[in-house]
């Protein structure tokens, strides 16, 4: 079996298990207009993807359109040893045989998987010398600064797709020259491209009611089986350092119909699900979805949830599978979290920890961030206060059993916050802190950052049209997989660890709000 149809029945299987998809393939390859949509990672990573499915379907709701999808190959080996370009999974079409591709990119750590996605695909990645296929970009990366990225894609998304998509449809279908389409697209709200306009205000839609009505389960998934049903988008809370609460402050609520209707769906082939909310609990019908989703059969997987909020509505824990209680305090410091605007208490965190108790949970979960500006080593020693602390509530409450595990983020500063300017924790430190907290809780589960990825995602996240430049760089000299090490012997990472002075590259984009919300 040669290498090409290794990968084709490997696209077709994927194909086979899923559950969910609508599309009628044998009518859509007849389809005038062809576009891929692409997600630089694995399949296994994209496919559980609120924002990358949504596309997926609206597109295919257009009679003339058929998208199909690809990713990073799971069979990366096989596609380089013969030179095989990246195939979509609908029909294994080369995607540099499209003249349109569509990406949702959502973490800078992907970067270099979308370089060597594009060049294996013989793709050029500098669009100043490509023709086709034409790229834009969307997702929460290009949303706050797409400036890495400009010298690749021709045009990106900046905010939420539901209002825009169909403009660019539109504006496709005309079959325009290429510099005439982008043209036409720069003047729709939400849309940068590069050249055409110097100030870009972001797309949000008004209400969630309307917004993906189908989904896609697999055993494939990071997430197997599961349906990850969005109740809520947008964050009314006010922290600091959070991208969501600068960038989409307005909470949009799915209504409990709605979100009924299409859990109902699901339910013949798919027992498992994630309500999905920046906290479900901020929902004020979250007593009442937990309860009827439950009703209806499936296995309630809750995500991280504000201790104020989980408090006022503990009920819903008896609804929830009692595998995992995740809270994110941030800090376990109060000072600290006075600071940067994370309105919960220590009282409120033992509490949910009493309920965990109290409900039979299997483990606890903290997630918390080191680094934040004016941060001292007191405030991380609180970190290994509150975790004795809950570790002794739990011993007191007959749940000697339920384990504690910690995830330690390092604090990226993010552009549109509080902290865009302030200097980065470098590298070192961070891990000098990671250590010094493993080493006073040998006990405890403790996940952290890859010291390779947070050094890119310091070096991206604030970069401008040279930190691209620098990527592009990085990916020829050491690959996708490069050591930290290797990346600061081939360029200088010093300046990426400072304050930032000057002029802002993101600047020019406007993520306040723009229209009311529902």
């Given at each position: 079996m040669?290498?090409?149809?290794?990968?084709?029945?490997?696209?077709?299987?994927?194909?086979?298990?899923?559950k969910g998809n609508t599309l009628n393939l044998k009518n859509k390859t007849k389809a005038q207009f062809k576009i891929g949509l692409g997600f630089a990672s694995e399949y296994k990573y994209a496919i559980h993807t609120i924002g990358f499915q949504y596309i997926y379907f609206k597109i295919n709701e257009y009679e003339d359109f058929f998208c199909q999808r690809f990713y990073y190959p799971d069979l990366i080996d096989l596609h380089k040893r013969s030179k095989i370009p990246v195939l979509t999974q609908e029909t294994n079409s080369p995607i540099n045989k499209m003249e349109l591709l569509l990406f949702?990119?959502?973490?800078?750590?992907?970067?270099?998987?979308?370089?060597?996605?594009l060049n294996l695909s013989g793709i050029q990645l500098n669009k100043a010398k490509r023709g086709f296929p034409i790229l834009i970009a969307g997702g929460i990366c290009p949303t706050y600064n797409p400036e890495p990225l400009k010298n690749i894609f021709d045009a990106f998304v900046i905010g939420e797709a539901?209002?825009?998509?169909?403009?660019?449809?539109?504006?496709?279908?005309?079959?325009l020259k290429k510099h005439d389409f982008l043209k036409k697209i720069s003047s729709v709200q939400g849309v940068y491209v590069p050249g055409y306009n110097t100030k870009v205000k972001k797309a949000q839609t008004a209400s969630l009611n309307t917004n993906l009505t189908s989904h896609i389960t697999t055993p494939f998934s990071k997430f197997p089986n599961t349906l990850f049903l969005e109740i809520q988008r947008g964050c009314q809370h006010n922290c600091k350092f959070c991208i969501l609460s600068h960038s989409f402050k307005e909470a949009r609520m799915r209504s409990i119909n709605k979100i009924l209707k299409i859990a109902k769906k699901q339910i013949s082939f798919c027992k498992n699900i994630r309500l999905i909310s920046p906290s479900s609990c901020d929902h004020p019908n979250a007593k009442k979805i937990y309860e009827k989703v439950k009703e209806l059969g499936f296995s309630i997987k809750s995500g991280s949830q504000r201790a104020d909020r989980l408090i006022q509505k503990k009920d819903i824990l008896k609804?929830?599978?009692?595998?995992?209680?995740?809270?994110?305090?941030e800090t376990a410091s109060a000072n600290l979290r006075n600071k940067i605007n994370k309105q919960i208490t220590n009282k409120q965190i033992y509490d949910c920890v009493r309920l965990a108790a109290k409900n039979k949970y299997k483990t606890i979960q903290f997630f918390f961030i080191i680094g934040f500006s004016n941060e001292t080593s007191k405030d991380r020693q609180e970190i290994i206060k509150m975790v004795k602390k809950t570790r002794e509530i739990l011993d007191s409450n007959n749940s000697e059993k339920t384990t504690i595990e910690l995830t330690i983020n390092c604090h990226i500063k993010k552009p549109h916050t509080d902290f865009e300017r302030d200097a980065q924790l470098k590298v070192d430190k961070y891990l000098i802190h990671i250590n010094k907290i493993k080493s006073a809780l040998k006990k405890i589960k403790i996940d952290y950052m890859d010291e390779t990825l947070l050094l890119l995602e310091a070096i991206l996240v604030r970069g401008s049209e040279k930190e691209g430049m620098l990527l592009e760089k990085i990916y020829s000299a050491l690959g996708i997989n490069p050591k930290r090490k290797d990346i600061e012997n081939l360029i200088n990472t010093d300046k990426y660890f400072t304050k930032i002075r000057g002029k802002l590259p993101w600047s020019f984009i406007n993520l306040r709000p723009s229209k009311k919300t529902k």
């Open positions: 040669t290498d090409l149809i290794k990968i084709k029945e490997y696209n077709k299987k994927l194909l086979q298990v899923e949702s990119l959502n973490y800078e750590g992907n970067y270099l998987k979308l370089l060597d996605l539901e209002d825009v998509l169909p403009k660019i449809l539109k504006a496709y279908k005309n079959k609804f929830v599978k009692n595998d995992k209680l995740t809270i994110a305090p």
